[in-house]
């Protein structure tokens, strides 16, 4: 226990480490970009002093430096119009609006109602504007705070999903190690019992109870079969899941309350998929217990088994409470259980058993509450 603490508390260091550098990574990266920004729109801003002073100064002002900085621009989207709104000329469009002149008056219109343009005197009554906007780069930069965030969101996910398996690979590591010690504690009793039937074949006790208690003690092997099994692949054969359902079904109805009704229906022939005995034992075991205690040990339960070219399905259904739609996905999460008593790990078991194991498919196909329920399990036929 305090081996498995000390990897706990190293694997939650690592994970604050991580978070940590990942977040001063992008603070920093933040920070960059914060001032790059600035250092864009400041040149932006330069240039509409450039050409604000062209305009404004007169013949006799050295006018070089400006000049420079109006030929070094070649990022700054640039329109110039006349008074009337013709457009006189542009610079460092994309080729889209520059190619388009529906598009390149709609650009326009963007940049006036951004405000962003300097008057240019041309004579004593005419003048000419000159709009300009944000570089392309300037554009795409005010998405980098969202890109941003979406990488601290994707990280904080990542580090709860590998949280969350963690956490599920040790509870089902310590499942395991429990159904194989129940398992191992189960062997001792049953070997012993073993051997007292014997004894009472020997001293002539009556056949009939001695053939029950062999069958009893044959399924408490079959259990303890079950619980070593988990946590491991299990093995699959080619049997005949008709008999194999059959055989379960019968036992649990020869001990089950005379008040409930059972009935089982299935094809005539023999249907081949590839199964593990003892776990498909256990899926109807879980199957038929659950309608049985849906019914409160009293109404009708049908096993009814059907096929088509392809798949093979089983059936059951009883007359109990029924299960609202909302938690017919619910009823297998492991916890779920609707019982006073119970841990709610049957169907969760059950879908593991059929999907996981043997591929197949389980779901509640129809239920209705205060009339009853039916469990549909299908598996693929050779």
Known sequence: MQFTDNRNITRWIIIAASFFIVISILWNTYNFFNIFKNDERKKVELLAQAYSMINNTDTNVDLELPSLILQSNSTVPLILTNSRDSIRGSANLPAAIENDSVRKINYLQDLKNAGTFIVLKVGKDDNQILYYGNSQLLNNLKYYPITLVIIVVLFAAIVFIFYRASKMATQNRLWAGMAKETAHQIGTPLSSLLGWIEIMKADNVDETTV?????????????????????????????????????????????????????????????????????????????????????KGKGRLDLIISENESFIKIKVSDTGKGIPKSQFKKVFEPGFTTKKRGWGLGLSLTKRIVEEYHKGKIKVLSSEPGKGTTMQASYKKL
Request: proline letters at 5%.
């Open 211 to 295: 053939a029950e208690i062999e069958k009893d003690v044959n399924r408490l092997q079959v259990i303890a079969e079950r619980f070593s099994k988990v946590g491991s692949e299990p093995v699959l054969e080619e049997r005949d899941i008709i008999a194999e359902t059959e055989k379960s079904f019968e036992y649990l109805r020869s001990r089950a309350s005379k008040q409930v009704e059972f009935f089982f229906m299935a094809p005539n022939h023999p249907v081949n998929v590839m199964l593990n005995p003892e776990l498909h034992s256990w899926t109807i075991e879980n199957l038929v217990k659950n309608a049985i205690d849906a019914m």
